[in-house]
């Protein structure tokens, strides 16, 4: 079976194409903005055109943008394929990349947030999520994660500001997909932004 996976829910855009369990292309680029335009020609640009029989995509939390463009375009393709289509949540693969280099061991996941905040989960070192994802202020992040290892975009930031602990600066890259174990992946494919919307209706209410 072919996989080809899609991570664009932060700076950077990557896709990946599988044959069974191996690699067989690969492209990531950081990007910062520009995922509408770059991420289907990516695709394009895999051996046959990055056709696959599984679609596997970030959720997030991650850029708004970013997290509903792969969204978009995976579920496009699964439809014109007729595919499979999974989710996975952005922070597992991270902590998955950070597993994968360190010898099996709890980590942190920290990335960017919006205003300021960072998107925080630990997973124990088989990857099973400790707690749930959480949108906090740096100060806070740091006082209640204890974590040695903390890996992802704001990895030596919060390693900083605790005085304590290694970092892995990174941002995900779709080769890593595999490594995420099954009971990380999900048929739904709602995004999942991380933090309450910005937006509010008439009246000051919040979005459902």
């Known amino acids: 079976m072919r996989t080809l996976a899609i991570e664009c829910a932060t700076e950077a855009c990557s896709v990946a194409l599988f044959d069974g369990s191996s690699l067989a292309a690969h492209d990531h680029r950081e990007l910062g903005r520009g995922h509408a335009e770059r991420l289907v020609p990516m695709i394009s640009a895999l051996p046959g055109k990055g056709k696959a029989e599984r679609i596997l995509v970030s959720r997030g939390p991650g850029s708004f943008t970013g997290v509903r463009i792969g969204i978009a375009v995976a579920r496009a393709l699964a439809f014109a394929w007729q595919a499979e289509i999974q989710s996975y949540p952005t922070l597992a693969l991270v902590a998955a990349m950070a597993i994968a280099e360190s010898n099996k061991q709890r980590v942190l996941s920290c990335m960017s947030g919006g205003h300021g905040e960072w998107f925080v989960q630990p997973f124990d070192a088989d990857l099973n999520p400790e707690s749930g994802h959480a949108s906090l202020k740096p100060d806070?992040?740091?006082s209640r994660f204890d974590i040695p290892l903390v890996a992802g975009s704001q990895a030596q930031q919060m390693v900083d500001l605790r005085g304590t602990g290694y970092a892995m600066q990174f941002l995900p890259d779709a080769?890593?997909?595999?490594?995420?174990?099954?009971?990380?992946?999900?048929?739904?494919?709602?995004?999942?932004?991380?933090?309450?919307?910005?937006?509010?209706?008439?009246?000051?209410?919040?979005?459902?």
Do not use: I, W
């Not at 080769?175 to 933090?195: E, K, M, Q, V």
């Open 140 to 142: 806070d992040a740091a």
């Open 175 to 208: 080769r890593f997909s595999l490594h995420l174990p099954n009971g990380l992946l999900s048929a739904d494919t709602a995004p999942l932004y991380g933090r309450a919307p910005d937006a509010k209706l008439p009246g000051g209410k919040a979005p459902a």
